[in-house]
């Protein structure tokens, strides 16, 4: 199966590459992307939107062999994306993994993470609660900050129109990390702001990774093996 991997903020197409080697070892073929303006530090970020960052997933899933279907893994605020791409190409998506992510966004108009003009950079580690970092040592804080890049400032603040309601039939995983399936039920069920698409869903699996919110670096393994079931189960 060809899988998808959409990157969350900060991350590029590198953030996966302890994971693809064992996705490719089990048959799959892997498409990692870099989405628009995370091209490197430098890249021009100013008129980037959370749109565009859709269109490059929705360009990735039409660039896969005619009528193939191909497995979204979005991280994060990637999962977003991969929720919204789902929707734009739903007869040629298979299913849909959240890692340490989730289909909706509050309804938000500013960053909750400190913005620099038009970019928003990675937070020092501090910023972000134990649950979150717990199991990034040093050397592993040091690498995902050394591949970041600042993410555009209004892909992390637009919102977004998700279109078909037949997405809530899509095979999903849901992989909780830095919190279990059952707080995110609770939440749901209190009908939490962004919590509005999970209540909506259908065909889900959850799955409980019991790590931070950044698995693909600290627990590449499991990592790996949720993404395996889920292409299975698609």
């Known amino acids: ?7 969350g903020l900060w991350l590029t197409a ?4 302890d994971v693809v080697p064992r996705l490719e070892e089990a048959g799959h073929t ?3 992307l870099t989405l628009p303006g995370m091209e490197s530090v430098d890249a021009d970020r100013s008129g980037v939107t ?3 960052h859709v269109d490059a997933v929705v360009a990735a899933i039409d660039a896969v062999g005619a009528g193939a279907k191909v497995l979204l893994v979005g991280h994060s605020m990637g999962g977003v994306l991969a929720w919204a791409a789902a929707a734009a190409r739903l007869d040629r998506v298979a299913g849909v993994v959240f890692l340490a992510s989730e289909p909706g966004i509050p309804d938000e108009s500013e960053s909750m993470f400190p913005v620099d003009g038009d970019d928003v950079p990675l937070p020092d580690w501090d910023f972000f609660d134990d649950e979150m970092v717990a199991d990034l040592d040093d050397t592993l804080r ?8 600042p ?3 209004r892909a992390v603040t637009d919102g977004l129109a998700f279109g078909d309601d037949r997405r809530h039939d899509l095979p999903v995983a849901m992989v909780t990390a830095e919190y279990d399936a059952a ?10 702001s962004g919590t509005e698409e999970i209540a909506a869903l259908r065909n889900v699996e959850w799955v409980d990774l019991h790590s931070g919110h950044w698995p693909q670096y600290s627990r590449v393994d499991d990592t790996a093996r949720v993404i395996l079931d889920a292409a299975a189960r698609a």
């Open 183 to 192: 707080q995110l039920k609770e939440w749901t069920d209190a009908g939490e």
């Open 30 to 32: 892997t498409h990692p």
């Open 142 to 149: 040091q690498r995902i900050r050394a591949e970041s890049v």
């Open 1 to 7: 199966m060809d899988i998808i991997l959409i990157p």
């Open 151 to 153: 993410s555009p400032r």
């Open 14 to 17: 590198r953030s996966w590459d």
């Open 50 to 52: 959370r749109q565009q």
